[in-house]
């Protein structure tokens, strides 16, 4: 109890306040092994999407408790702020420990052990074994991320990034390199190899050790298979024929060894992956391609081993049913929401081993395989069907971890920050500026490179799922703007010439039509039809000619020639648009490099590296639109708008077109009143009665002054309507008697009084904190009343995560948001209800008063 208490409560609460628990620790409070999956799997999809190298390294720690070095133990505890003396009386009788040898001749008279012959680690069924553990695996971590290893997950819009070195579960552990622009395979493995040998040399300083039969590297590695495709270079093999050339880097990635430091000093050399295949990794299959084959073996083989253990068990068919659903089914669950399999993979996942379970179960083989899945409310077997089980788990781990605007600087977000750049990246891949998961998966779908993000969308489409949540739209930057696969799939492109265009928008990093125009708006940029950017003199200025970060592209000529085809269609007379694009009114991914100063006249040519000014040439006389090369600049022009040139092998250039000042920034959202404000948070529905025409500042006031009292109260009245609920809320300042109330009802399956309940102290905390980002302050302090002490307790609990099964989940997870927003350090207190009825109403105290008031709204709602 004592080692549970100082080092498991108190020890890590302190890290975990203080931020010092890094974000790679998956077995820490709030996290599932689970949750450290999806990552690995996100991590791959963003290396197949951007086609750059990844290694992946799993280095798992032989006897991770036994092997610990109590010195280095003993630093680190004291590091994080436990007591010398808390840290002696752990380890100092795990170090002096004398072992006897008992057996059935009775027991040993000498031992060994003992303060001459003192014995290292932390000893299995210590409760202080996993916290100093998992320090000591911090400390590790930290000193690993100060050599620069680990990857950086980069969002493909905002730019905003997160570093992180793996995943850690306890002893289980995956090191990543690579994912930089510039890697390539050989510095990736470099990288890679670095890592493991400091990681070895870490653990080894603490006293562990790799165990090189536990350890294995997989290289993740894409190289273009000539079609416009991608391949993966080790599965080139399989394919290639006899005689036929070998590719340079699959010789290279053939000829690569990796090893690990072995306690003794040496090294040991450990299995290299091929991406078809994966090690079992906490209990999951992940693999480098993306594909689900292995994981779906793994539920095969155990609903295989259950049956056979049914079988020659002779259970009753009840007890059949109680196995399959709470022993069987809940291990089958584990994993996936991680799963990205197709549905078309789902469909026939477990038909096979359901098949052969179904006498079991006391049902007829020859039944159809739609009644068997069918719900036994519809008159159907009620078996588990993969694909809905899936799409549940997966909108489960959607709802537990997705935010529109995760901070990269938290790290309990940085699972929500990678969910939100794997969505970013679908969306630059479909080349829509709003939510992919409003479009149609058949049209849009084979536009994706599979990943979980893509499988979650055709699940969602497959079963009819309306998902609706927020998620920044990339708004458009011209006016008469519209995105070009709009104008694709609009002029009737449709499978793989819809493909194939979509292919050379993204080599040609564009979105907008404004991407591949003239500065003025009226001309297509012919190099972009005609053929790849980076072949152009463009090229030569950067190495992007886009904000966003796009995947590697290398179409075909009959690719290039088809975009031509179709864009022509919008320009059919010299390359001119039929609808010209206007002024710019947001800002533009596009990096312009040809800037008009309309102030002296001169051109700017922006490098990555540098600003060229050309002028005309005064001595000369030259009064022509050629400009010659002048000087090189610091600072751009205030005072410039971007242009179209022609350059000529002299090195002059010529103004040919000129456009309107860009917009840098985009115009900050400004709410005129408070409820604009309040409206603006979702949940229409609780306001529709609302009305607020006064200023409420006096809120502000009341709260700094502790004189706000709120209140809430829920109804639920069963005879009258069995699915809906009420709940009526009153903000009132006691010292001036201004107050704000509303009520409201839903209608929903879920409807009881606690329901309601729940429902009227969420508007209340939606309240204050819309009053407190509308002033600006930062609030606390308010005195909250409520005649529920579930509702008091819920809401005075910290939510890191919300389970699934848990009762009225949807109003914690917003409860969860709001918390991650404001410190919401309000009094909660209890009131009791209906004090009216044993007490006249002119005696009652201030909050039994809002509650009386509260509860005949709420009734009458």
Known sequence: FCNKLIFGRRMINMARENGMIPEEIYSSKGKTAEDAILQQVLLYDIARITKRPLLVAQVDAAQCYDRVALAAASLTLQAFNVPNSAVQSMLRPLHNMEFFLRTGYGQSESYFGGKEDGKHGLAQGNGAAPPTWQQISTVILNAHKGKGHGVKIECPITRQTIKQVGILYVDDTNLWEGLEEDDDLISTAAKGQAAIDDWGGYLGETGGALKGEKCGVTIHHQSPDGKGGWVYTDQQQRGQEEGEEEDPELHELSTMAFSVPTYAGGTERINRLPTNKADNNLGLFARPDGKSEQHFEQMKDRMTTWTAQIKSGHIPARSVWMSYNGQLWSGLRYGLGACSAPVSELKKGLTSADFYLLSNLG???????????LPAAFGGMGLYDLTVETTAATLATFLQHYDDKPNPDIPEQHLSFTINVAMRHLRLELGVPDCPFQYDFSTWGHLATDSWAKSFWEKLDELGISLDFKSDNIPIPRRGDKAIMHLMVKMGLRGRDLLRVNRVRKAQEAMFLSDITTANGRYLERHLLEGHWIDS??????????????????????????W?????????LNWMLE????????????IWRHFLNTETMTVEIHTDEMIHEYAHDEEAGDRSNVLHPARHLELSAINKVPATLIEYDNGTVRMKQRGHRLVTEAEPIVYATFLERLLSKGGAWMWKDFECTQDLIWIVEAIRQGSLFCCTDGSYIKEIAVDVCGAAWILYCEETGKSLKGEFTEQSRWADSYRGEQLGMLAIHIILLTVEEHFGESLSNANIFCDNLGTIYKFSTKYARVSPSAKNNDILRVLRKIQSTSALAHKLSHVKAHQDDMLRYDTLSLEAKLNVNCDSRAKQV
């Open 537 to 562: 003199e463009e090229r030569l200025l950067g190495k992007h000619r886009s904000k966003f970060i796009f995947g590697h592209e290398y179409p075909t000529a009959a690719d290039f020639k088809l």
């Open 564 to 572: 031509k085809k179709y864009l022509l269609q919008i320009a059919p």
């Open 579 to 590: 609808d010209p694009l206007r002024e710019w009114i947001n800002p533009t991914q596009r």
């Open 363 to 373: 049902v007829t083989r020859s039944i159809t395989k739609e009644w068997r899945y």
